[in-house]
């Protein structure tokens, strides 16, 4: 089995030869040769030329022997098509200077055309694509609603979500309005990217897991069975869902049309599985820090995940949250060779 | 019945008149008065000069009718006692300059006595109490060693706890030695509270979710099991356990010897407690950023949460993590209404 029949027989909880394992944020500055391009060009320059983007996606690949490849590009390129103006500002991450705080900035935004507004992610889409040459899938993904909504309202990262939360509770038809906007662009910027060649989508919604079950139910809930509903009907290729925290959610995101659901390291991976249900796929969880202790413990640590998953066809080894920049590029290595090493034969 | 009888009878599970309330960070600075204060006094002044910190522990007491009193304290100034330095930077919050890095740093820490060491806060209790005069329980607190320990190795606040989760795998005989001087720490200033006069005492465990529950029993559990052992034979006061993102702990948290569980927003309360088992109280759990909202959609959140309690002996009501800085005033006036106005008879 090359990566590309393993990844996507696991999304399809069909029997493998062995666990498949990808890394999220797996093109990334633990990498020296990230950290090289990054010295002559800025996030947003690697992003928007597909060249670069498409040499950042293979590094990994390149490093280490993993069974899928992720696009390089940013959740936030997407809101920036819609008429944000973005900018990663040093030491304080992302801003959007111009936050959405009234009706009237919901009405600006425009609707994206991803072949025009986002053509660089899509060239670096076909570009990686004709390297991959089908050994190994290409993931695409995006956003989902909820972070961005989050996002563009705090006009960067937040700790409490004071802004979000307040337009979410005291402007609610204003607020589906924008998720609704947001939601329509995830579908075209996902449908895109699957045009383009990806041969798996996944939307992050990375903080979910802020919200209490019944504010996710109430606000964010139609939306995201939208995005799986609709992506569902028009393309075939599997789709993800991962956020973090969202242990209390599962039972929520059991009932999209997604056909793997990504768990972080808070809750074990079987007791994650039976709420989700078997009827998906499962992809998680190992805490991006033990990669800071050492290979034996990495070793191991995989093995207690594999354990849960038990040889049941579905699991997707992964990171329950991106991979950290100070990360030991030798840990990793001793992460991909456990789950290589350890993985049950699923028949 | 007052807010003593009804706050202790709600710990013990007995009948109340009404749902005991009370607001994690209750004083602080969304308050003028507290403001106001602040602006002669730094936040330490305020801790360590006993008539300061009881004016303040007294200040939420004046503007709403809560059924318990905190004292006004940091769980910061523990480790300070222990021989850390600590200092409160203007916009970075609490920074340890000597974080704890080797084995070394635990063996110059200092073993305290409450009375000399942390004077301050058992002379506030006890200005507090005469003033409340049995009308009102003060709340006695500390932090737990998990979350001190993060502070005293990271330096203060963190985001991915790398230095404290490495430290933890990596030296873990140290890490458990730190965490036995921490936990011998915690025993003696919550003592040394109960003697002083608290009528509860609540440790915070805030950053306990930040680990996987493998991670939670192996390397934080047993010391927070003999906190709660400890502290159970020693005093007859309640005891209350607090986290956040704790909803895959509480199978954990159940087996302490504490007689109340604190949970977060992100489980609903009725949930937990099935979880946590009907022989333990429940506070909690409303987000504290729904004070931001309308005093109608306060009411409504109150209500939800009063109804998953379902009139059940044993609910103390209060958010889910502190109040926060920006909330405003009347909203807080509206939630304590709503509490009373709503709160079942618990027969």
């Known amino acids: 089995m090359n990566g590309t029949h393993r990844f996507l027989s696991a999304c399809r909880r069909e029997p493998v030869d062995r666990t498949p394992i990808w890394l999220m944020r797996q093109a990334g500055r633990y990498m020296p040769e990230y950290r090289a391009l990054r010295e002559k060009h800025t996030i947003l320059e690697l992003i928007k030329t597909p060249e670069l983007a498409a040499e950042v996606t293979m590094q990994p690949l390149q ?9 390089f590009a940013d959740i936030l390129t997407l809101p920036e098509a819609m008429g944000l103006s973005l900018e990663f500002v040093r030491g304080e991450g992302p801003v959007f200077h111009q936050p959405i705080r009234h009706a009237d900035d919901i009405q600006r935004l425009q609707d994206i055309d991803p072949e025009s507004a986002l053509s660089f992610t899509m060239d670096a889409i076909r570009l990686v694509n004709r390297e991959l040459d089908g050994r190994l899938p290409l ?9 961005l909504a989050c996002y563009t309202i705090e006009g960067g990262s937040s700790r409490h979500f004071i802004h979000a939360k307040t337009f979410m ?4 038809a204003d607020w589906h309005r924008l998720m609704e906007r947001l939601t329509d662009a995830v579908i075209a910027y996902l449908l895109g990217q699957a045009r383009a060649g990806a041969a798996a989508l996944q939307l992050f919604d990375s903080w979910a897991g802020v919200l209490s ?22 393309t075939d290729v599997p789709l993800i869902f991962f956020g973090t925290e969202t242990a209390t959610l599962l039972p929520l995101l059991a009932k999209t049309a997604a056909d793997v659901i990504g768990v972080d390291w808070r809750i074990p991976l079987d007791e994650a599985w039976s709420i989700i249900g078997e009827d998906k796929a499962i992809q998680g969880n190992l805490d991006p820090v033990i990669l800071f202790s050492t290979p034996d413990q990495v070793a191991l640590a995989a093995q207690r995940i594999l354990a849960a998953a038990g040889g049941r066809p579905g699991h997707i080894f992964n990171l329950g949250h991106g991979i950290l920049p100070q990360t030991p590029m030798e840990h990793v290595t001793a992460l991909v060779e456990s789950v290589h090493a350890y993985s049950p034969m699923s028949t």
Chains 1, 2 share one sequence.
């Open 63 to 71: 490093a280490f022997d993993l069974d899928a490849a992720i696009i």
């Open 139 to 147: 993931i695409g993904f995006s956003g989902a609603p909820f972070t």
């Open 169 to 172: 509770y005291r402007a609610t």
């Open 213 to 234: 079950p019944a504010d996710y139910a109430t606000y964010v809930m139609p939306h995201t069975q939208r995005i799986f509903t609709e992506l569902a009907e028009a």
